[in-house]
C-alpha cells in the first residue's frame, strides 16, 4: 500500500467499541464502531467480540491490514496503564498482529482526547462517573468510579435511579406531581402489561402496582436507561426533572472538587454533562477561572494521542486538532444517514 | 384434652416465622419460630416449611394437634386480607387442619399488636419500610413499603446503603472521616481476603479497592445487615452514623406524614424505630400530641386479635393485654437461654 505504519486506538466501552487507523501524522484513516468491549462488565467472550467488530470495520474503511500496524492501544474502564491484561491478545493475533496491545485507562483516554497538557483534570460522566487528576501525562487521583452501588453520584445511573423513584413517591403520595411519571411508566410498561386490575395493595393505586411489578421484574442497571426522561422533563419545565439535573452537576462537581488542586484544563466526556440542560449548566458554574471546560465525544483521539506518546512522538495541540478533524471526518462518512444518502445518489 | 377450641395465628416475616396457639378467652397456649415464611421473597417450598416449623414447634408446645384449632389466621407481607392464597393449604392439611388460612397483611397485624382501636396507625421499620392507617379495623391507606429499587426510605436496607456509601466517600476522600468505614471492612471482609496488593486503580487507596470488591461480589441486599453498625457509631459519637440515623426517623416521619389525618395510636415495630438512638428520637420527635407511640415487639399478638375478629369476638384492650403478657411468659419459657436454665436445675 506504499504508506506510513498505523496506529491502532481503540476505545472500548460498556455499550460500544470505537476503533480508529492513523498515520504517525496524525491522519485518521479508518474508523469503525462494534459492540460492548468491557470484559468486566460484558465477559471475555463478547468484549472480544465488539472489540474485532470495531478493528474490522476500520480496517476495511483504510483498506489495510493488521499487519500494517505498529502499534495498538486499548482503553478500557479499570485497565490502568501497563495492565497485564491478556484478553484481546487471541482476537487480534487471529488478524496478523503479533505485538502486545498496550492498555490504558478510559479515563486517561478521554482526558487526551481534549487536552494535550501534561497537566488537567478529566471528567466523565455516563451511565458511571468519575474525576481523575493528571499530572506529568499519567493519573496521579482517582474520584468516584464506584459503581452504583457504592458511588457514581451524577451519573446515569443515579439519575435514572431518581427519576423511577420520583415517580413512585407521586404514586405514593410522599412526593410531589411530576412529568417523570407517565413516561416512566411509558417506558418501563409501553403496553400497559403490567396493569394487574384489582391486585393492588389496600390504598395503594393500580399506576404504583404496576410501576413496583415491572420495576422488580427487572435489573438495577436498566434504571439508568431513564435518564433521557429527566432531561426531556426539565427542557418542559419540570421542577422534579430540573432538581435531580441540577443535583447530578452539583455531584459531579463535589467530586471534582476530591482531586483539584492547581488550575488546569477540565476535559468533559460523558452524555450527563455534555447535553444541554441543568446538569451542564450547574458544573460549569461551579468552575473557577483557570479550569477552562473542554468537552469531547468519547476518547477515541486520546487512544490516538496516548499511542504516539508510547511511539515516542510529543503530540502538542496542533497536532490533537489534526486527530480531532480527521477523525471527525472519517465519522461523518461511515454514519448510516450518509451511507443511506450515498447509496441514494448511486 | 378437654379444653376450648384454639385459634392459630402466624406471623411469617422474611427472616423467621412465629406461630402462636391460643384460646378464645386470649390464653396463649403453645408457641413456636420457624424459618422465614415470605414466599415472595423465598419462594412457596422454603416459606411453606418455615411456616410448618413453627406451628410444629408451638403445637409441640402446647401438646396439641391442629384438630383443636378452629381458624388459623396469617399475617404475611403482600397478602392482603382476603388474599386469594393456596400455598399455605397443603402443609397445614398435611397436618389434619381441614378448613382454609385466612390471609391478613403483616402491616396490620403489627398494628392490631398494639392497639384495638377501630382507627389508628400502624409504622414498621425494619428490612423494609411503609406505613399504613387503619379506620374502622381495615388498613385504608399505605404509604412506602415499594421495596429497595424504589423505596422504604429509612429502611434497614436504606441505613445499610448510606453506612457503606459513607464509608465509600471516606477512602475516596470525597466525604468525611467516620467510624463506619473500619466496621464495614470488618463485617465485609473480615479475614481481608480482599485485599491485593498493588491492583488498586491509580490514585486510590487499597482499603477502597477492597471495599469496591467484595460490595460488587455480593447482593445489594446483603447491605440491609449493615444497619448495626449505624446505631454502635451514632453510639459512640460518630457524626456520620448519627446523621444516617437521624435522617432515617425523619424519612420515617415523612412516609407517616403521608398517609395521617385524625389523631390516632402510632404503633411502631421494626427494629429500626425501636432501637433506642437517633432514629427513634428523630421519629418519637416529630410525633404530635394525640398520636400516642406504641412499640411492639412483631405482629404475633396481632394475629390473634385478628383471629377473633374473624371468630366475632370483639377483643378489647384488656384482651390484647392479656394475650400480650401470656405470648410473653410463653416466650421466656421457649427462649435458649431458659432451656439451658432449666437443664442445669434438673
Excluded at 479550569?291 to 496542533?318: H, N, W
Aim: hydrophobic share 45%.
Amino acid at each position: 500500500m506504499g504508506r506510513d505504519a498505523l496506529l491502532l486506538g481503540i476505545d472500548a466501552g460498556g455499550t460500544s467499541t470505537r476503533a480508529v487507523l492513523a498515520t504517525h501524522s496524525g491522519d485518521c484513516v479508518g474508523y469503525g464502531v462494534g459492540g460492548p468491549g468491557n470484559p468486566t462488565a460484558r465477559g471475555v467472550a463478547e468484549a472480544s467480540c465488539g472489540v474485532a467488530e470495531a478493528v474490522d470495520a476500520a480496517l476495511r474503511a483504510a483498506g489495510g491490514t493488521l499487519a500494517e500496524v505498529v502499534l495498538v492501544v486499548a482503553a478500557v474502564a479499570g485497565h490502568d496503564a501497563g495492565a497485564e491484561a491478556r484478553w484481546l491478545d487471541p482476537a487480534l493475533r487471529a488478524r496478523g498482529f503479533t505485538d502486545d496491545v498496550v492498555f490504558e485507562s478510559d479515563l486517561l483516554a478521554a482526558y487526551a482526547s481534549g487536552s494535550v497538557s501534561p497537566f488537567g483534570y478529566g471528567v466523565v460522566c455516563g451511565t458511571g462517573a468519575s474525576v481523575i487528576r493528571v499530572e506529568k501525562e499519567k493519573t496521579v487521583a482517582t474520584s468516584d468510579g464506584l459503581g452504583w452501588m457504592l458511588g457514581d453520584r451524577g451519573s446515569g445511573f443515579w439519575i435514572g435511579r431518581r427519576v423511577v423513584r420520583a415517580a413512585a413517591a407521586h404514586l405514593d403520595g410522599t412526593g410531589p406531581e411530576t412529568a417523570l411519571t407517565e413516561g416512566v411508566l411509558t417506558m418501563l410498561d409501553p403496553d400497559g402489561a403490567a396493569v394487574l386490575p384489582g391486585r393492588a395493595v389496600s390504598g395503594r393505586s393500580e399506576d404504583l402496582d404496576r410501576l413496583i411489578r415491572v420495576v422488580y421484574a427487572g435489573t438495577p442497571a436498566r434504571l439508568a436507561g431513564l435518564t433521557p426522561l429527566a432531561f426531556t422533563a426539565a427542557g418542559a419545565g419540570d421542577a422534579v426533572g430540573t432538581a435531580i439535573l441540577t443535583a447530578a452537576g452539583e455531584e459531579m462537581l463535589h467530586t471534582f472538587r476530591a482531586v483539584r488542586t492547581e488550575p488546569g484544563p477540565v476535559v468533559i466526556g460523558g452524555s450527563v454533562l455534555s447535553t444541554p440542560g441543568p446538569a451542564h449548566a450547574a458544573f460549569l458554574a461551579g468552575l473557577d477561572e483557570g479550569f477552562p471546560p473542554i468537552a469531547v465525544v468519547d476518547g477515541t483521539v486520546g487512544t490516538l494521542i496516548l499511542a504516539m506518546r508510547r511511539s515516542g512522538i510529543r503530540p502538542d495541540e496542533a497536532m490533537r486538532q489534526r486527530i480531532t478533524d480527521s477523525l471527525r471526518a472519517l465519522r461523518a462518512e461511515s454514519s448510516p444517514v450518509d451511507h443511506r444518502a450515498r447509496r441514494s445518489r448511486a
